[in-house]
């Protein structure tokens, strides 16, 4: 073991404390320009600060001096906090080598349902919920101490606000399709475009251990927008008698969405005009660096966001292929340029997010079975709907009142038909399939009233709608059977995990790029995060991260302990029951691996030569003059 990082369960203090940030941000902003924050003399900085102006005032905007006792308020909060005995809620442990790891995991792993657990490897009686973590910079800090109720209550508030959403945007929609189906198709794009963000806001309410669950989150609840809005509310809002009729109607919207995802969309993507907004008017009326570094921080991009592109497009391609058959040729050339785009996107404007696994792919594949279930119903359902006008013919001839010449003058039609005694009857028969709630759509499961269909198209109903039935009968077993299968391997199987041969010590020297688990968190207003430990006997480059300073005293700068110092003073002095110092933050060990001792030796050694070397050949110089 090479690095240990003990969780307190300190939850309630840390968001006091970061509560109390913010309002420093917010002072920071009523200063003057060049005006030097203090935080030691807040109430020399008070003075200095201007009140809000009229526009500040009309949003809402707190004063200085309010800011400033609300500050009090917290200071006393945060203090009373100094009595308290936070236990430990997680532990991270780094080991020096993987294979010191996989060790671990096979021995001290077990299958939930196993109760015969060997007791060496139980802590005070009590089994170790043990699992490889995520990468450090993909962990959640504050919310990981979170209880699970409040965690499902938060999360349930926060699908019920989506699903308000898009009801809401819903009968918007409608009214703009009813007025123009090219605005309607417009918006639906636009919409797509702009609702992740909407989304990311509605999912910060969530409590989330880590980035990865954080950002399946998003990935549901933006596929759940994007495929009702991009598919599902077209063909539901369109009149079904006029699903084939050329204008306005149902093909000719889903042709318009098509050719605004592969035109209108990577423009807008592209067009970045919040990003522009940032830099080029925001950034140069910035009144200091801190927030002017702020306006040229790119946005945090989202892989979830870009496996919604994908499903997006595919399942709009599976609903309306048998209607549009130009679906399948469009959806290949909409990928294909979303590839490039999002490849710039990645690369250009975007800036670097935490390291989240895999889970979203695999969420993605339940989304494509979906999919295929989709195209196999709706293509059965379309081929026995087929003319789509609700008109079934009588065998009749037309009584004699009703033979005759006539002129049709509406708005949208003028025209001359004549009705002879061999043209045939039609009388009202609904072909709407979805509104009988049969599957399959074969004419067996239709009122005997209704006998629209032909004899060829009965045949291929019947095939069809057999053919619907297998493939949604086989993707539902292995959809169900994949579910059901991981959920079993969590119960009754042993977690597992591949071995890899790599004996080499963990170290920030062998492996730059390697982080620790030390705890902070990004708070709204600062380029650099805030540690949420005491960091001074760690190696400072596993926190992950350096400022601008290139000296210890950026850490110290951004380490939230410093923002209760009268409670850490406090708890310093006060001990536990067993004569133990009561810890208000989270604690880090480090024990540096021997070998890594030795190269860092090495290193220091050659650092002091590279700063002697000029010494040496001014020295050299000056005897050779």
């Not at 970045?272 to 946005?299: E, I, T, V, Y």
């Not at 004419?443 to 005997?448: D, R, V």
């Not at 060990?589 to 070998?595: A, E, G, L, R």
Request: proline fraction near 5%.
């Amino acid at each position: 073991m090479t690095l240990c990082t003990v969780v307190l369960d300190n939850r309630d203090m840390l968001q006091k404390i970061i509560r109390r940030r913010n309002l420093f941000t917010l002072l920071q902003n009523h200063l003057p320009l060049n005006e030097e924050f203090d935080k030691r003399d807040l109430e020399q900085v008070v003075l200095k600060c201007s009140d809000p102006g009229l526009i500040g005032r009309i949003f809402g905007s707190k004063g200085p001096k309010d800011i400033y006792d609300r500050i009090l308020e917290l200071d006393k909060e945060i203090d009373d906090f100094a009595q308290s005995n936070f236990p430990a809620s997680n532990i991270f442990i780094t080991f020096e080598t993987e294979d010191m790891q996989y060790e671990v995991l096979k021995k001290m792993t077990y299958a939930k349902a196993n109760k015969t657990i060997d007791s060496k490897y139980k802590f005070d009686g009590l089994t170790l919920k043990i699992k490889e973590a995520d990468e450090p910079s993909a962990i959640r800090w504050v919310d990981l101490d979170d209880n699970p109720k409040s965690r499902r209550r938060k999360n349930i508030i926060s699908f019920v606000l989506t699903a308000i959403l898009i009801i809401g945007l819903a009968f918007a929609l409608k009214a703009v399709y009813l007025a123009t189906i090219t605005g309607a198709s417009i918006v639906i794009v636009a919409m797509n475009v702009i609702i992740p963000a909407v989304v990311r806001c509605i999912t910060s309410l969530e409590s989330h251990p880590n980035e990865t669950s954080y950002d399946d989150s998003n990935y549901l609840k933006i596929t759940y927008f994007r495929w009702i809005f991009t598919a599902v509310l077209i063909g539901s809002i369109s009149p079904f008698p006029y699903t084939l009729q050329d204008g306005d109607y149902l093909v000719e919207s889903v042709r318009i969405v098509f050719f605004a995802e592969l035109l209108l969309k990577p423009l807008m993507q592209l067009w970045d005009w919040l990003g522009h907004f940032r830099r080029h008017l925001c950034a140069p009326r910035a009144k200091d660096q801190r927030r002017l570094n702020q306006w040229f921080s790119g946005r945090q991009g989202s892989i979830g966001e870009k496996y919604t592109d994908f499903t997006k497009i595919f399942f709009l391609a599976c609903f309306y292929c048998t209607l549009f058959p130009a679906a399948w040729f469009l959806t290949s050339i909409i990928l294909f340029v979303n590839l490039w785009v999002d490849k710039y996107i990645v690369l250009r404007m975007w800036r670097q997010g935490p390291r989240i696994n895999a889970k979203a792919s695999s969420y993605t594949i339940y989304f494509i079975l979906i999919c295929l279930i989709t195209l196999a119903v709706t293509s059965s359902f379309n081929l026995a709907q087929f003319p789509f006008d609700n008109a079934c013919p009588t065998g009749d001839t037309p009584p004699s009142y009703y033979i005759g010449n006539y002129i049709i003058d509406t708005k949208d039609v003028k025209a001359n038909f004549t009705i002879s005694e061999e043209s045939p009857v039609y009388k009202f028969c609904n072909m709407n399939m979805y509104s009988y709630f049969v599957f399959p759509p074969v004419p067996e499961m239709l009122p005997s009233w209704s006998n629209w269909m032909s004899i060829d198209q009965i045949k291929f109903a019947k095939i069809n709608g057999l053919a619907a039935l297998s493939i949604t009968v086989l993707v539902s077993i292995v959809f169900i059977g994949r579910i059901w299968f991981m959920s079993f391997f969590t119960v009754c199987c042993k977690p597992t995990k591949t071995k890899v041969k790599n004996d080499t010590p963990f170290s920030n020297l062998t492996y730059p790029k390697l982080d620790g688990y030390i705890p902070q968190v990004k708070i709204p207003g600062y380029s650099y995060p805030f540690l949420l430990c005491d960091v001074n006997d760690i190696n400072k480059n596993l926190i992950g991260w350096r400022g601008f300073d290139e000296n210890s005293n950026s850490y110290e700068n951004h380490n939230m302990i410093h923002d209760a110092p009268r409670a850490v003073k406090t708890s310093k002095n006060n001990e536990d029951l067993q004569g133990n110092q009561k810890q208000l933050f989270s604690i880090v060990k480090h024990w540096p691996p021997v070998s890594s001792e030795i190269k860092k030796d090495e290193e220091e050694a050659k650092e002091d030569l590279s700063k002697k070397e000029p010494f040496r050949k001014s020295i050299k110089k000056f005897f050779y003059k």
